[in-house]
Nanobody, 120 residues
């Protein structure tokens, strides 16, 4: 599975942004898709994931603001980010896992990352 993330950019605090992650290869529908981020100077952290059923789970710091969705017909997963804050500034990565989980090690395939910068 190859993943291509897109949609990052420079926005202001309070704005919304939607990231996309297009997957190539077969069996996209069988993967748990996750989003991670790496803020400047910090380690990569879990943001949210979505199972094949459409059930999603989020890190506490994005609950109520971010939403993960997937379109299996388009082999694409999305991260809708609302009410963005300067601390959301990071490189955002999509990833695919056969088992799911919040740890990076659970994910087998990674996209290249897309930078989101939120100005105050």
């Amino acid at each position: 599975v190859q993943l291509q993330a897109s949609g990052g950019g420079l926005v202001r605090a309070g704005d919304s942004l939607r990231l996309s992650c297009a997957a190539s290869g077969r069996s996209f529908v069988s993967y748990v898709m996750g989003w991670f981020r790496q803020p400047p100077g910090k380690e990569r952290e879990f943001v949210g994931r979505i199972w094949t059923s459409g059930t999603s789970y989020y890190a506490d710091f994005v609950k109520g603001r971010f939403a993960v969705s997937r379109d299996n017909a388009k082999n694409t997963v999305y991260l809708q980010m609302n009410n963005l804050k300067p601390e959301d500034t990071a490189v955002y990565y999509c990833a695919a896992s056969r088992t799911g989980g919040g740890a990076s090690s659970a994910y087998d395939y990674w996209g290249q990352g897309t930078l989101v910068t939120v100005s105050s």
